[in-house]
């Protein structure tokens, strides 16, 4: 099987940033999307090398928080704790790009778990299997995608396993807005040091 993560929606799980640069700042212009074959919107998904000048620096926290989930979000880019990032790389060691971010609390001090903003280097489209598949979906353009998963009855997902199993973290594409995935394998790696907590979860099936 194949794991689908999303940030929480509990008070737990919803963490906010003031960023550096800002989020409005991170965004390049629809002239750079099409001078670089980036569809408008997905640099972060996309599985592009990503310049320096788009990745955030910094991040302060909105409220007081004494703790992080280790999955949350600085703009556009996903942002992993670095007990996150080390179980990705001892999978996939150089594949993805990762940039350390400061995190600062509300008061200005260093938070004291490293965190990293991620860039996905693997995507996948085509690989759900919609005849096994009872999840709901919509056609976007011509392309079916699964519509956003809910916590209860998101019904079945069914994927290929031909082509999702040389991968252990990608983007799937199959998805509306495009979402992180990863294998069996990283998910008992990152259960079994309990870094899911306020992580959503949808199990995904293998054919």
């Known amino acids: ?7 929480g929606v509990t008070t737990g ?10 989020c409005a700042e991170l965004v390049p212009s629809e002239d750079y999307y099409r001078k670089n074959g980036i569809p408008y919107g997905a640099l972060t998904t996309s599985a592009v090398p990503i310049e320096d000048r788009f990745w955030p620096k910094r991040a302060q926290l909105k409220t007081d928080r ?3 989930p280790h999955l949350v979000s600085f703009c556009s880019f996903w942002g992993l704790s670095d ?14 790009e990762f940039r350390k971010v400061e995190v600062l609390d509300k008061q200005g001090a260093h938070f004291p778990i490293r965190y990293f903003a991620v860039n996905i280097m693997n995507t996948v489209k085509g690989a759900i299997l919609w005849d096994e598949t009872s999840a709901q979906s919509k ?3 011509g392309d079916r ?22 991968f ?10 495009g979402q992180m995935m990863v294998s069996n394998e990283l998910y008992s790696v ?4 309990n870094i899911l907590s306020h992580v959503r979860k949808f199990e995904i099936v293998e054919y």
């Open 145 to 166: 995608k699964l519509l956003s998963l809910r916590d209860t009855d998101s019904g079945k997902v069914a994927i290929d396993r031909g082509i999702i199993e040389n």
């Open 66 to 68: 004494k703790n992080l």
């Open 139 to 141: 056609l976007f353009g």
């Open 83 to 96: 007990a996150f990032r080390s179980c990705v790389c001892e999978l996939e060691p150089g594949v993805h």
């Open 190 to 193: 990152l259960h079994r040091k």
């Open 13 to 22: 799980a919803a963490v906010h940033f003031d960023v550096d640069p800002p």
């Open 1 to 7: 099987m194949a794991w689908l993560l999303k940030q």
């Open 168 to 177: 252990h973290l990608w983007v799937s594409h199959d998805i509306i807005l």
